[in-house]
């Protein structure tokens, strides 16, 4: 068995370049055609665009991150059905062109959230965290969402208030911005009141409301994905509960294992990401992996601090709450009983998430997190645990 290095490019507008990166030691690119307004057909034009830039810096492109998926389908509102042919035709399209792994979310309105993405590390380095009180200051006194107080406890709610009143213009606008930003992912930067507007869009849309409009999207969009050989591959929420008053059900184990029941195929599967799942400290990242091995078809491996209070900071690779070492075995053995299984090579696309913004990158421009050195590092930390380890196997 062996995995696929790869690397998330956001296309030709990035500073970082595909020269770059296969130098940084990827063989396989992930990417989307941040182009195309959320909800139209990737033609295969387009795709074949995309692919023959990627396939002439000497990288190969089998991993798509994301395909979104529109508020209207999250929803079940307006063009939904409309949407829901199109991803279709771009499913096939981008299997025509030789995609094999599509991954997506389903998480309304935002993407990831943090507080802070640029938490001064350790060893000098930046990385990103979330602070629960920070989360509720934003939500209580900028936002002044109806209701808010009930989502957190009241040692939060205080220590929110103090936070607040301490802020300048400045530093609203900052938080503002942070949690509103165009995390990558959705790439959408909303004005508040915009924001509101979206928020509003979702008051009678509970989990169980949100997990049957998933379950009508997979029961459409799997059976073309398996037709055409294309495996989907949800991502976990980031963090992994509900934000803001809107609902999120990708966060659990107990979610996962819902989620791959919705319809039995082969084409229904997961994105382990172990940073999204292990900041909950109710989700344990191995056994988790164990639990719905045959079912993961991409995996993003970053490492994390959490504590129960709902509070996390992203770590260097192997020193956080996620036991990379146990998550590794758990794919491996799950690579060998494909195998075995098959009779064929079992190939897993693995890339670094997001890495820490370090040396002389400090300062320039990048979406947050992905940073080139950063993520260099935790490439070739994966690469060495992941060789090392198949080369231990059986354990
Ligand atoms: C953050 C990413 C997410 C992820 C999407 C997948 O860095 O892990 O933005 O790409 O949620 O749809």
Redesign the pocket.
Known sequence: MEFIYSWRWFGPNERIKLSEIRQAGATGIVSALHQVPVGEVWTEEAINERKKMIEDAGLTWEVV??LPVSEDIKRQTGDFLKHIENYKISVKNLADCGITTI???F?PVL??SRTNLKVLFRDGSQTSGFQLYIFAAFDLFILKRDGAEADYPSEAIEKAGEYFRALDNEGIRHLKETILYG???SMQTYSLDEFKGHLALYNTIDREKLKAHLSYFLNQVVPVAEECGVKMAI?PD?PPWNLLGLPRIVSTIDDLVEITKMIDSPANGVTL?TG?LGVGHFNNLTEITQKIAPYIHFV?LRNVIRDSGLNFQEETFFEGDVDMVGVVKELIKEGFRRQQETGMPCRFPVRP??GHQMLDEIGKDNYP?YSLYGRMKNLAEIKGLTLGLISAYPY
């Open positions: 991150e994301s991954c997506y979310n998480m993407d990831w995390l990558p992912g991502h980031d990401c999204s993003h998430d997001h997190g």
